[in-house]
C-alpha cells in the first residue's frame, strides 16, 4: 500500500500562478504519477488531476521518462526525444515526492513572433 502524496493549497495555487499561461502543457505530479494539478492546455488533452500521466496518451509516450531521476537528483531535466518537442522536469522546492513536467513543442524556424 502505497502513501497518498498530499499538496497544500497554496502549492496548488503557486504551480496554476507560475504555468496557467505556459503555452505548451504543464503538469503537477506526484512521485506515484498521479496528477495533482495541470494547466489548461494539458486539461485539454486529458492530462487531469487524479489521473496516472504515464497512461497518457499511451505508455509509449513515456519512454526515457526522467521524472524519477529529476527527484533522486533534486535538479530540473529535459531532453528533446523526437526533435519537435521539449519536455522538461522540475523538483519543487521542499518537495522529494512532487514536481512539474511540462512539455512544448519547437516552434518552426522563420516565424515572426
Not at 503537477?28 to 504515464?54: E, F, M, S, T, W
Not at 529535459?78 to 512539474?100: C, E, F, H
Request: hydrophobic letters at 40%; proline letters at 5%.
Amino acid at each position: 500500500m502505497t502513501n497518498k502524496i498530499t499538496v497544500t493549497s497554496e502549492e496548488i495555487a503557486s504551480f496554476h500562478q507560475m504555468w496557467d499561461n505556459f503555452p505548451g502543457i504543464a503538469r503537477l505530479i506526484g512521485r506515484d504519477h498521479i496528477i495533482i494539478a495541470a494547466n489548461q492546455n494539458a486539461i485539454a488533452r486529458g492530462y487531469k488531476p487524479g489521473v496516472c500521466c504515464a497512461t497518457l496518451p499511451s505508455a509509449t509516450n513515456h519512454r526515457g521518462c526522467l521524472a524519477m531521476q529529476t527527484l533522486a537528483e533534486g535538479k530540473g531535466m529535459a531532453d528533446n526525444p523526437d526533435g519537435t518537442s521539449i519536455r522538461g522536469w522540475l523538483p519543487v522546492s521542499g518537495r522529494d515526492d512532487v514536481y512539474v513536467h511540462f512539455s512544448l513543442t519547437v516552434p518552426k524556424a522563420g516565424i515572426d513572433n
